[in-house]
């Protein structure tokens, strides 16, 4: 018989906690509603190395029972890279798939001889690819990224952000620590979020959401892009286009800037210089949810001080964690969260996962999948 955690006569059971979400009540109604549908006769094993790997386990076996799991560490920082035991050499030398915390990779990425797919738990991969040796040939497996996931948080985030900051939020609640009743002058100069334009750099599938959310408050949505697209492929929430060479016009007619650009030879140092000058006449606000090296902290600091930016909100920076010594901690006119905008949660990368799983075990093309050259 074809083993198959599809291939069932009775719908898989999920308990209240794993369908808590909306997005995971969706799965469970698709997964009850499948049924007889073949797959391979072996199912290849999935090994875990990442700091996720006992609630990715639990989870994926809920998914998919006949699927082998093997958890070869798990006591892992989420952020700080840490060099492989012997032991884990080993274990993961007969990996086939590998689910796995991209930062742990470098150590490892020429050494898994039987290794066709790696699945990042991370949406970015920059942690990995840097360490790329050029005098080496390309890895030859596969590698994916968590995609199709992040565009809604990311856009709660830039979207609570800008409209804290137009309605005053923060004096609000320095005024309610206070016991103040204040009704002055700067409510009387509140801007509606569709009379202001925002510019999002990097429209991908989180750009893309962004812009969407954006749009529905009737802001005005600029969106920077490599190369031109044709009408087919672009976003009907986005109102005008431009690519890299045009980023100072974005800057002089954006409000917000919101950076979402991942880290690649091109976009590396984007932002640094004086190009933030073009923000002057708008004292645009910068939201840094993309990549940490778009722009270095000399640039930022220098752009506030010298009034180009008003507000700069930054959830990435060039090193992290972000030192104590840095300026941006004790600089009014920053906004600094710990790379928290969007962030894996167990059952969102197991759905991810599932679902790309049964494409590689029925021999279709991956989603998400990374350039090796690109970066992206």
């Known amino acids: 018989p074809r083993a198959s955690c599809l291939s069932t006569s009775r719908p898989l059971q999920f308990d209240t906690l794993f369908c808590s979400d909306s997005v995971s009540k969706v799965c469970c109604q698709q997964f009850r509603a499948q049924t007889h549908r073949p797959m391979a006769s072996r199912l290849p094993a999935v090994h875990l190395y990442t700091h996720m790997g006992e609630s990715l386990r639990e989870l994926l076996h809920r998914l998919c029972p006949e699927m082998p799991l093997k958890i070869v560490r798990t006591d892992f920082d989420t952020l700080v890279p840490s060099d492989p035991t012997p032991e884990d050499v080993n274990a993961l030398q007969e990996a086939e798939i590998l689910l796995m915390d991209p930062n742990l990779m470098p150590p ?4 898994l001889p039987n290794l066709k797919w790696m699945q990042s738990t991370w949406a970015g991969v920059d942690s990995m ?11 030859s497996y596969t ?22 900051r137009e ?3 923060h004096t609000q609640w320095e005024n309610q620590a206070k016991g103040v009743w204040y009704r002055g002058e700067i409510y009387n100069n509140q801007r509606p979020l569709s009379s202001m334009s925002v510019g999002i750099l990097g429209l991908g599938d989180i750009g ?4 969407r959310c ?14 031109e697209l044709t009408q087919d492929r672009r976003s009907p929430h986005v109102d005008h286009y431009r690519q890299f060479a045009e980023l100072p016009e974005i800057l002089q007619k954006c409000d917000y800037v919101c950076n979402v650009l991942p880290s690649t030879a091109e976009t590396k140092g984007l932002l640094n210089g004086n190009i933030m000058e073009n923000c002057r006449e708008r004292k645009s606000v910068f939201i840094n949810v993309g990549r940490g090296d778009v722009i270095n902290e000399e640039t930022l600091v220098t752009a506030i001080q010298a009034g180009w930016i008003s507000h700069a909100v930054l959830d990435v920076f060039e090193t992290e964690p972000l ?5 941006l901690w004790k600089m009014p006119q920053v906004t600094i969260t710990p790379h928290v905008a969007a962030i894996t949660l167990p059952v969102q990368m197991a759905e ?3 679902a790309n799983y049964q494409r590689y075990v029925k021999g279709e093309g991956l989603k998400y999948t990374v350039s090796w050259n690109s970066g992206y």
């Open 108 to 111: 490892l990425m020429y050494h």
């Open 129 to 139: 690819l840097k360490h790329l040796d050029k005098t080496k040939p390309l890895p």
């Open 143 to 164: 590698l994916t990224r968590f995609g199709g996931v992040f565009g809604p948080a990311m856009a709660e985030y830039v979207l609570s952000n800008i409209i804290a």
């Open 167 to 169: 309605r005053r939020f």
């Open 208 to 211: 893309k959401e962004i812009a």
């Open 214 to 227: 954006c749009k529905t408050f009737g802001m005005t949505v600029w969106g920077m892009v490599r190369s």
């Open 323 to 327: 030192p104590a010594t840095s300026k």
């Open 352 to 354: 991810m996962f599932y």
